[in-house]
């Protein structure tokens, strides 16, 4: 694939948002990179200063991953993981929002677009689901679902099509 490029920090690197910033820097005068994905974000290491709580260090790393796309005019997607959630009484797992999201409810709150990816682990035929959760700019898109359908064999995904989940 001659547009997508893979970078994995060194295991003696500390992998901070600092750090993957200053890559990214890089690749963007290097490379030409028009976009990168962090992915997940519970990987990274969590430097808050003393006093400094998980909302703000989040808020703050977030403002900053912002700030760095405007100015290299550069997309950035971060895949983050719900929280623990509870299962309903039927025992399956709800739909998780933005605001499940582990950490800060700035997941919700500062994302241009949010989107989860949801699936029912208990039915390996159930339509994968794509939530569009958030779109700040109605010309960028509208929220809503669509389902896809996982292909062990081949390991990817296609159009559920008609009717939904199975």
Known sequence: ?????????????????????????????????????IDPWNELECLKPKGVTETDYIGDSL????????????????VAHPQKLERNKNGEYPVPTMYDIAGSAHWRNKADNGLCVWRDF??????????????RFRQNGKTGEAQFRYKTATATYSEFGIGGRS
């Not at 920090?9 to 910033?21: A, C, R």
């Open 1 to 37: 694939m001659e547009h997508v490029y893979w970078y994995l920090p060194p295991e003696t690197d500390d992998w901070t948002v600092s750090n993957l910033l200053d890559v990214a820097r890089q690749l963007v005068r290097q490379m030409g990179i028009q976009g990168f994905v």
């Open 63 to 78: 403002r900053r991953i912002r700030q760095f796309a405007r100015q290299h005019a550069v997309h950035v997607w971060i």
């Open 122 to 135: 208990a039915n390996d035929h159930a339509a994968v689901s794509v939530f569009v959760q958030k779109v």
